[in-house]
């Protein structure tokens, strides 16, 4: 018990003094996380819409394939991409491993079925009268498909701030093509993990109020847009 | 050349036939009343008449060209139309956006949008309500919205279903005097559902009666109300006397009915033998307490069955041999005191008379 | 209109809750920036070099010394992966990384005739001992590591904490279970004091430390985690005992890839006079010991 005390205790310390190596970690995770987020939405956010509002054979299959994938170990999306981007895999030849960049793509790969799931979901709640009032006004495909995403925009964003979540908090994927490199990809859960497992809990302890507190920052921003 | 025909049109929704053998045509500048029961296929029809479902078979013509199938033509030709859906639906923004929304998509530049907007809100008298969201207004004022965007855009045709059917008396008289003043200023073509055949009669000059997915008659208002072209139109217009008989005889016009016993008098073309339907209508029935002098040639009498007030007017059921409904103002009930197991005199002119072949 | 008035206030409200919202989103946005740009060197891209790393060498944080001097001797960004010999060796395999540094002979010596590896270059070494409670309930302080081994398979009195991992430690367990007489499989399976660790070294030190048990553990870890854990050297003297840390040069043959040039850079600091005295000099304050000896490039003893 004394032990936890006293890690809190030398957190808020590291915190409050603003320790380098703290704030280089944090700045990372939070940066490889929000550039996932941010492109994965791009892509997904219209890859949704045309899923959504066109029918083709398959489509429920496809649907439910997406839904099966929200919660695929991270481990596995972590070996995958990294025996894809080995120097020895079929996109070694980009030398990505062990960088920030192939941790961005992970991350990615990783919150793109939460990214198309909900948002589908949400499309899906808007009523269909929305659709043909649209429609009905001249409204091309193009920009019927904009004013239901902006009817859904609550739940829309609720699935930006879920793949946001999972893209931040994660371990397995990080750790497994990111390598945990000091200065270079080491993030906050990483070194959570590499810190515990050496018996450095104070470090661990701050990293872990920190990361509480990025997540809490951004979903509270996250909401004011929803609230609008 | 109709602005929209519409020839044999059918509408299947898997095993349900929605729509059978539709074929009407539209004029430019009329206003146009499909009257029908609830699940009769209005709103089916309105939505293939403007082009955002396809017909099982059949063809659609717009302003001359052939809309049927999906492409350009028939994109441009829905862009010339507007539609009012029967729940009233806004978008989650404020009035003024909503309005606007349709002038966007078109590319209008925001001060001709500003203009256009300005003077439809004052039109449909929501210019305080400019910046409020629409999701806050009631469901009278959100019509209106409604109406006030596809207004907006100018339409060449007007379609609206059932646009008062989820409002209060109040709200519902309002968006008549709205219809009635874009009629007057517009000469839009204008396209209205409705079940309620009185607003029918009210609003339009023309009026299809769309029964069980058929069209069974198109026609003026009146005639539709008066000369009912069979027994189903004749019972949704409201025609509540439909008795059985044989023309006895025909004498320059002049037929005599027989109802079983009775007989009733009536102006016509048909010739004795016909098996008909005798058609009045209640409001043509007038009651009295001793058998006055009138020039009704029908008079019978009977045993009043029943008596229920019915809004300022007053139903009256009589049991004259044969069962016979009539429509009295409150006014007349009264004076005549009328009540239950009361003899009364009922009777009608032969020219009140509507006569349907079997 | 009473709907307005409610508009109003929280409209107010609103704006102070929005306000603080973009502070604090300022900093978070200042943070990730400004971190980034104080973490990334400003010269433009640098090159960099992958090492794969033993976690023995890791966890004394030997790395983390020499890291920096190698890296403004030869500007260049110095990678350090934590893994066992055997992922560091299937790195080196799938020329992931360029250097590995590892201490297993007999995997060594296959890694390089398989074609993997240039040449071994040992640069340092220190001795593994037999760790374990103060309390020592197998009875096998100061026997020979064969014998103590024999006595922990036999009596079952302990628990041992084995690294599982393939590394050069488990390497070096796993002989000398061979010396004592036994096949390695039996001795995985003898029973629930044998356990499984799958660990780095430093990790392995904390669950022995945890669970009151033994293991095989090189000096140079154990020294660096006296304060963390709770166990005494157990056996320390031994021939088998001797632990070699060596430096191989992934063959740009097999990987074309491999960074030759810096990657012999590395070997030449690792065996230089000045570094070799470093590593020397390594801990000897903090630990009142050496944690390593350097070897300068020759096999030891």
């Keep these: 018990m004394i032990e936890i005390w006293h890690g809190l205790t030398k957190a808020i310390e590291l915190i409050i003094s603003l320790d380098p190596e703290v704030l280089e970690i944090a700045g990372r995770s939070l940066r490889i996380s929000v550039a996932s987020t941010f492109l994965a939405s791009l892509l997904c956010i219209p890859l949704s819409s045309l899923i959504h509002f066109h029918r083709f054979p398959g489509k429920r299959i496809l649907i439910n394939l997406i839904q099966t994938f929200f919660s695929i170990p991270t481990v596995a999306i972590g070996l995958f991409v990294f025996v894809l981007f080995s120097r020895a895999g079929p996109l070694g030849g980009l030398n990505l491993l062990f960088t920030p960049t192939v941790m961005v793509l992970g991350q990615m790969i990783l919150i793109t079925p939460i990214l198309l799931g909900l948002t589908i979901s949400a499309l899906s709640g808007v009523d269909k009268a929305i659709l043909d009032t649209a429609r009905s006004l001249g409204a091309s495909g193009f920009q019927t498909a904009v004013v239901v995403l902006r009817e859904a925009r609550f739940a829309v964003t609720a699935a930006v701030i879920m793949g946001f979540g999972r893209a931040i908090s994660e371990v397995g994927l990080a750790l497994m093509v990111g390598g945990n490199i000091r200065g270079f990809t080491r993030v906050i859960t990483t070194a959570i993990s590499l810190e515990t497992s050496k018996g450095d809990l104070e470090l661990s302890i701050a990293l872990g109020i920190i990361l509480i507190f990025i997540a809490l920052v951004v979903n509270i921003a996250l909401n004011r847009i929803q609230q609008r | 050349m109709s602005l929209i025909e519409v020839r044999s049109l059918y509408k299947r929704y898997g095993e349900k036939e929605a729509l059978k053998n539709i074929n009407i045509k539209v004029e430019r500048g009329e206003v146009l009343a499909i009257i029908g029961p609830t699940g009769a296929g209005k709103t089916t029809l309105l939505y293939l008449l403007d082009l955002l479902e396809m017909p099982t078979s059949g063809r659609i013509y717009f302003d001359g060209m052939d809309v049927t199938q999906p492409g350009k033509v028939r994109l441009e030709a829905r862009r010339r139309m507007a539609f009012v859906i029967q729940k009233p639906t806004v978008f989650n923004t404020t009035v003024y956006d909503n309005i606007a929304y349709g002038l966007k998509w078109r590319g209008a530049g925001k001060s001709s949008i500003r203009q256009k907007v300005d003077s439809i809100l004052e039109m449909v008298n929501l210019s305080a309500d400019k910046n409020r969201n629409a999701r806050t207004l009631s469901g009278g004022e959100a019509q209106r919205v409604a109406i006030a965007r596809a207004l907006a855009i100018e339409p060449e045709v007007l379609l609206l279903d059932e646009p008062t059917a989820n409002l209060d008396p109040v709200s519902t008289s309002r968006i008549e005097e709205l219809i009635t003043n874009v009629i007057h200023r517009y000469n839009t073509t204008i396209i209205m559902a409705t079940h309620d055949m009185s607003q029918g009669q009210r609003l339009a000059n023309r009026i299809g009666v769309l029964i069980n997915g058929e069209i069974l008659q198109t026609g003026g208002s009146i005639e539709v109300f008066t000369s009912p072209r069979n027994r189903e139109v004749a019972k949704f217009v409201g025609v509540e006397n439909i008795i059985d008989g044989v023309i006895l005889k025909n004498e320059e016009g002049l037929v005599a009915i027989d109802i079983g016993g009775k007989a009733i008098e009536a102006v016509s073309d048909y010739s004795a033998g016909e098996e008909v339907c005798v058609c009045v209508r209640p409001e043509d029935i007038t009651l009295a307490l001793s058998p006055a002098a009138s020039s009704a040639r029908n008079s019978f009498t009977g045993k009043i069955t029943r008596v229920v007030p019915v809004g300022p007017l007053t139903r009256v059921e009589i049991d004259c041999g044969f069962p016979l409904i009539a429509l009295v103002t409150k006014r007349s009930a009264e004076e005549l005191n009328l009540a239950s197991a009361m003899e009364v005199y009922a009777s009608f002119k032969a020219t009140g008379v509507h006569i349907i072949k079997k | ?301």
């Design chain 3, 1 to 301: 209109m009473s709907l307005n008035l409610n508009y109003k206030r929280r409209g107010l409200k609103s704006k102070v809750v929005n306000s603080l919202v973009v502070i604090m989103l300022a900093c978070l946005i200042v943070g990730m920036v400004g971190c980034a740009a104080s973490a990334e060197a400003p010269l433009p891209p640098q090159e960099r070099l992958r090492v794969a790393t033993t976690t023995s060498l890791y966890d004394t944080g030997l790395w983390e010394y020499l890291e920096p001097m190698f890296e403004e001797k030869y500007n260049v960004e110095l990678d350090i992966m934590y893994a066992g010999t055997g992922k560091a060796l299937e790195y080196g395999r799938r020329g992931d990384v360029d250097v590995i540094t590892v201490h297993s002979k007999a995997h060594e010596e296959q890694f390089i005739a398989e074609g993997y590896g240039v040449q071994r270059i040992p640069f340092a070494y220190n001795y593994f001992l037999i760790v374990g409670p103060a309390a020592d309930p197998a009875g096998i302080k100061g026997m020979s590591p064969e014998e103590a081994f024999k006595k922990l398979m036999e009596t079952e009195n302990g628990s041992f904490v084995s690294r599982g991992d393939d590394s050069g430690t488990h390497s070096k367990e796993k002989a000398i279970w061979t010396e004592a007489g036994y096949d390695y499989e039996v001795v995985r399976n003898a029973g629930i004091w044998y356990i499984e660790a799958g660990t780095g070294m430093g990790p392995t030190l904390l669950m022995a430390s945890e669970k009151q048990a033994y293991t095989l553990s090189d000096t140079g870890t154990f020294l660096s985690y006296k304060g963390k854990v709770d166990l005494v050297p157990i056996v320390d003297k031994g021939d088998i005992l001797l632990n070699v840390y060596s430096a191989i040069v992934v063959n740009p043959e097999k990987m074309p890839k491999t960074k030759i040039d810096m990657a012999n850079n590395l070997i030449s600091f690792l065996v230089s006079p000045e570094i070799q005295g470093l590593i020397g000099n390594y801990g000897v304050r903090e630990y009142g010991m050496q944690l390593f000896t350097p070897c300068a490039g020759a096999e030891p003893k």
